[in-house]
């Protein structure tokens, strides 16, 4: 980001190797490839829960969105799933087929911003 007050600017790395911010480049590019066979909503309270449980975690570090104390971004997945846990409030979700995507929406129900089947 380009400030006005130029010594407010900095840089902090968030990844403790390129590799593993490479891999997360990737990862987040794929959630906003296309409208097809991705979706997101609000996660609600106690469902980070639900996605360690039910979900393997990506053996990537917690990427810090900025230098406080909020939840970092968590990388989960399935065989036909990949979702991006957004500081414990918001999930990103890309299926590699329709029925995953249709599963996930039962298995955590809520209001999903693509889901136009209701």
């Given amino acids: 980001m380009d400030l006005a007050d130029k010594g407010a600017e900095s840089w902090d790395s968030w990844l403790d190797r390129f590799s593993h911010a490479c891999v997360e480049l990737v990862l987040s590019e ?32 917690d990427y810090p969105t900025s230098q406080t104390a909020v939840p970092a971004v968590r990388w989960f997945a399935d065989p036909d799933l990949i979702i991006r846990d957004d500081q414990r409030t918001w999930i990103w979700v890309r299926a590699r087929t329709a029925e995953a995507l249709a599963q996930i929406r039962i298995e955590l129900p809520g209001d999903w911003m693509m889901d136009y089947s209701y």
């Fill in 30 to 61: 794929s959630l906003f490839s296309s409208e097809d066979l991705g979706d997101n909503r609000e996660l609600a309270e106690g469902e980070g829960s639900a996605l360690e449980q039910r979900f393997t975690r990506l053996p990537l570090p």
